[in-house]
Nanobody, 125 residues
């Protein structure tokens, strides 16, 4: 059974930074891609960033240059460093673990088989 647990959300002023962490357990972490999604009230859950088993990354256009996804395979943890936060970044952020190995369709929710419970990020203007 794969478990995914996020942490690190909170309240930050616009322009500030937060780092989200996501610990995964239950299988060989290093073999699978990991992703971050977010969902604001009344909106669809959207892709934010993903990292492959080999360290390749992909980002939502609106977060490029501000957010950085990384992984520590020894700690079985993926991170999302968020800088220059904007009010429009406010959402519940979800970590997701790929359902299988590979790197196709990483922006799609269907690529991921396991999800965390979400962590709230609030950005005050």
């Amino acid at each position: 059974q794969v478990h995914v647990v996020e942490s690190g959300g909170g309240l930050v002023q616009a322009g500030g930074s937060l780092r989200l962490s996501c610990a995964a357990s239950g299988r060989t972490f290093s073999r699978y891609a990991m992703g971050w999604f977010r969902q604001a009230p009344g909106k669809e859950r959207e892709f934010v960033a993903a990292i492959s088993s080999g360290g390749n990354t992909r980002y939502l256009d609106s977060v490029k240059g501000r957010f950085t996804i990384s992984r520590d395979n020894v700690k079985s943890t993926v991170y999302l460093q968020m800088n220059s936060l904007k009010p429009e970044d406010m959402a519940v952020y979800y970590c997701a673990a790929a359902g299988s190995t590979g790197w196709a369709n990483v922006e799609s929710r269907t690529f991921y088989g396991y999800w965390g419970q979400g962590t709230q990020v609030t950005v005050s203007s």
